[in-house]
Nanobody, 122 residues
């Protein structure tokens, strides 16, 4: 089992910055990759960024150059993934969800955090 707890959302003006955190605990040694998704009102959940155990990163085109995903592995039972968001735009307004893909027994298991609201005012 993997537990994900997000923090860091809030209200910011356009052009501002926020940093989201996602604390992962439990069987983190089974995690293949972690990432962030977001869901704006009335829209589908959208992938934003991913970081792999080897620290490879990928981003959706709309956030490239503005968002940075990173990770801090404190120990074998806890890892924190960050999403530094700069030059925020009103269209970045959404609930942001932390995601972890982990190895199960013969399958892959996906875990989600509870979500944190990011609101960017114009």
């Amino acid at each position: 089992q993997v537990q994900l707890v997000e923090s860091g959302g809030g209200l910011v003006q356009a052009g501002g910055s926020l940093r989201l955190s996602c604390a992962a605990s439990g069987s983190i040694g089974r995690i293949k990759a972690m990432g962030w998704y977001r869901q704006a009102p009335g829209k589908e959940r959208e992938w934003v960024a991913t970081i792999t155990p080897g620290d490879g990163t990928n981003y959706v085109n709309s956030v490239k150059g503005r968002f940075t995903i990173s990770r801090d592995n404190a120990n074998n039972t806890k890892s924190t993934v960050y999403l530094q968001m700069n030059s925020l735009k009103p269209e970045d307004t959404a609930v942001y969800y932390c995601n972890a893909r982990a190895m199960g027994i013969g399958t892959e298991i996906t875990y989600w955090g509870q979500g944190t609201q990011v609101t960017v005012s114009s």
